[in-house]
């Protein structure tokens, strides 16, 4: 299909001889939103640092744009560009202010300009509400929640094809929650296709297209939000959400 960004296929990782993801298939189409739910220790992360090559898969394939990506001699600096990564903890250029945050990775890895970077760094603080005031400001000057908005506007600025999350909001005080969450369901409703580990129900089940429950390395249920949290097929789903939903 056209629209298919990535087809992971029968993807498994292992460490040593802990199977953590066990076969997991799953396609993304563009613009697609995608949740991921399950416990701690079922593999989400591994997931995600798999898709984007920051964990080679143990077997499997990964194609993106009908390209397996694994195979020899495939230009995986690129691959990895086009999907942008945002985590928990921000990773931001902790010495580098606010808009060099979102200035240096185009220069660098897109060999964008200075000026061109700048204006496109500008912009994507401005879409996530980190407008002109902060760009001076060093992220230890910033709360988490300011933090993570500007983690995702520096992902947003080397135009990646997809955005993925690794609960991009656990870490941040409950206050700080809503503000993430919002600029999330901002980039939801302007078209960006996102995988988003989360623990956030109510975000999954009303901004998500589709949500994945994951169950010790392997996808145990699927569906649309309405599917999968008001009549889940699986017992373990079950459980689980009624350990969330309460
Ligand atoms: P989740 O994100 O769902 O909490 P993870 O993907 O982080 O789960 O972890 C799944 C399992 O993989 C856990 O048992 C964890 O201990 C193991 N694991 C994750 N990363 C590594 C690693 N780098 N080395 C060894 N084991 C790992
Ligand atoms: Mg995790």
Do not use: C
């Amino acid at each position: 299909m056209a629209d298919t960004i990535l087809e992971i296929k029968h993807l498994k990782k292992s460490y040593g001889q802990n199977e953590v993801l066990k076969d997991i298939s799953l396609s993304v189409q563009k613009g697609e939103v995608i949740s991921i739910i399950g416990s701690s220790g079922s593999g989400k992360s591994t997931l995600l640092r798999s898709i984007n090559l920051l964990e080679m898969p143990t077997e499997g394939a990964i194609l993106y744009h009908g390209q397996d990506v694994l195979q020899k001699g495939y230009d995986l600096a690129t691959y990895r560009e086009k999907l942008g990564m945002v985590f928990q903890s921000f990773n931001l250029f902790e010495n580098l202010n606010v808009l060099d945050n979102a200035i240096v990775p185009q220069t660098t890895v897109l060999k964008r300009s200075k000026e061109e970077a700048a204006k496109i760094a500008k912009a994507n603080l401005e879409k996530v509400g980190m407008g002109e005031q902060y760009w001076k400001a060093k992220p230890n000057q910033l709360s988490g929640g300011q933090k993570q908005r500007v983690a995702i506007a520096r992902a947003l600025s080397v135009n990646p094809e997809a955005i993925l999350f690794d609960e991009p909001t656990s870490a941040l005080d409950p206050e700080m929650v809503g503000e993430v969450l919002r600029t999330m369901q901002n980039l939801a409703k302007s078209g960006l296709t996102m995988l988003i580990v989360t623990h956030e129900m109510e975000f999954a089940r009303d901004v998500s297209d589709r949500v994945i429950f994951m169950d010790q390395g392997v996808i145990a249920e699927q569906g649309s939000p309405r599917q999968l949290f008001e009549s889940p097929k699986e017992a373990r789903t079950k459980e689980f959400l009624q350990r969330f939903l309460k």
